[in-house]
């Protein structure tokens, strides 16, 4: 659900803010390509890191994302928006697939024999429709109250780096209790 809501507001807030700050597609392009490049090579580095070493460097580098966050939200500039852009990417490169790896081992925890495929997409999908639900009234808060766009697109960003956090601390308690924990929490329930 964590990871459903980041996605949601990731592409809201991410796709909208270069181009509020850059205003135009070619520098778009620019930065697109920046940020491309350098996951690319951080992913590439990080590569054969084990799932308990990026997470322990996943705490120190959202910690890091966070301040950047908080930066750009400070600064709505060009500056502002390739240094998160950059951290952000590295943070990704390393915690995103510790994050994927938790949820898939988390879903297999839930439902090892595979019954409840039906019921995760339709909750997955339930996420993203309150996301766009979300999303709506934001567009017509805007429309309607003249409320800024610029205070929507920085509160995303906070509300983004909240989410980024807490699906990492969420993953990091999987893998600290494991396979048996998710079980008998979900039993228990």
Same mark, same amino acid.
């Given at each position: 659900m964590v990871i459903s809501a980041a996605w949601m507001l990731d592409w809201l807030a991410y796709a909208i803010i270069p181009f509020v700050i850059l205003g135009n597609e070619l520098n778009m392009g620019v930065y697109l390509t920046v940020s491309s490049i350098v996951g690319i090579i951080i992913s590439i580095a990080t590569n054969r890191l084990a799932v308990k070493t990026k997470a322990k460097l996943g705490g120190p580098l959202l910690a890091i994302v966070s301040l950047t966050d908080a930066f750009l939200v400070a600064n709505f500039t060009p500056f502002a928006l390739y240094l998160n852009s950059i951290v952000s990417t590295? &943070?990704? *490169?390393?915690? &995103?697939p510790m994050e994927f790896d938790m949820s898939v081992?988390? *879903?297999? &925890?839930?439902? *090892?024999?595979?019954?409840?495929? /039906?019921?995760?997409?339709?909750?997955?999908?339930? /996420?993203?429709t309150v996301a766009r639900i979300i999303v709506g009234s934001i567009v017509l808060a805007i429309i309607a109250f003249g409320l800024p766009v610029l205070l929507v697109l920085k509160t995303l960003i906070v509300l983004y780096a909240l989410l980024k956090i807490t699906n990492y601390l969420l993953s990091v308690k999987f893998l600290k209790y494991g396979k048996n924990a998710v079980i008998a929490s979900t039993t228990a329930n």
């Open positions: 590295v &943070a990704g *490169s390393i915690v &995103a081992r988390i *879903s297999n &925890a839930m439902d *090892s024999r595979n019954e409840m495929a /039906v019921e995760l997409n339709i909750f997955q999908e339930f /996420v993203y």
